[in-house]
């Protein structure tokens, strides 16, 4: 006789299963909130869905830069979607591209909601305080200024025996963040507990991991003083 609960419990996990979804490449199933979402345009190209809302049926991929690239180079991407579609040796590129200026967006609306400060003083300040989820620093950011907040990053994790450290972000260059954000770039940032500042750190997150482990953000050009 089924425990009482348990055919709850074994609804969950069909649930579950039927919600995650499967990578076209490596064809291991995830929650669709960490994969990448495709769908043929009305022209019959690929077309990136970091927002999984546009029609039509869609496929899945895991990101990383690689197996987008590896999906294009064996046009899985027809076989997924069940119909002729052109997939551009360029997607994975135009990916990038997007996941960059997605955060960038985010940055700019966590700034509104005051989630979202810059300048090494405050940086600084929301560290120590425990108020940062995250800090970011310019890929040419001066080697002082990311070394003093280390060092603020490593005071607070032993003042409170945390297990994780509060993760650090090299995304941008100062070129590429001038022309994403205006006005509004920076060399050091952080992003705070909130709503608008954890979904920073979440596309942060997507973008490093689409890169790769030590591949985030352009290289190259003089390092800036960090203010």
Not at 177 to 188: P, R, S, T, V
Request: glycine fraction near 10%; hydrophobic fraction near 45%.
């Amino acid at each position: 006789m089924m425990a009482e609960g348990a055919g709850q419990e074994a609804d969950d996990d069909a649930e579950l299963v039927v919600n995650d979804r499967t990578c076209i490449v490596t064809r291991n199933t995830a929650e669709p909130g960490t994969l990448l979402r495709f769908v043929a345009g009305p022209d019959g190209k690929v077309v990136p869905d970091l927002k999984r809302q546009l029609p039509g049926r869609g496929c899945w991929v895991t990101p990383e830069r690689a197996l987008v690239d590896r999906a294009v180079q064996r046009k899985l991407f027809a076989r997924a979607l069940k119909r002729e579609v052109t997939a551009e040796p360029d997607l994975g590129a135009l990916v990038d591209r997007l996941l960059l200026a997605d955060l960038a967006g985010m940055m700019n609306m966590a700034r509104k909601a005051g989630q979202f400060v810059t300048g090494a003083m405050k940086v600084d300040a929301a560290v120590r305080s425990g108020a940062a989820v995250a800090v970011f620093h310019a890929t040419d950011a001066a080697a002082d200024g990311v070394r003093k907040i280390d060092q603020a990053r490593k005071a607070w994790k032993l003042g409170t025996d945390a297990e994780e450290d509060i993760p650090s972000f090299s995304l941008f260059a100062g070129a590429e963040m001038d022309e994403l954000l205006g006005q509004n770039a920076f060399i050091h940032a952080a992003a705070l507990a909130g709503q608008a500042g954890e979904g920073v750190v979440k596309r942060a997150t997507m973008l490093e991991r689409y890169r790769g482990a030590g591949q985030s953000g352009a290289v190259g050009g003089a390092s800036r003083p960090h203010k």
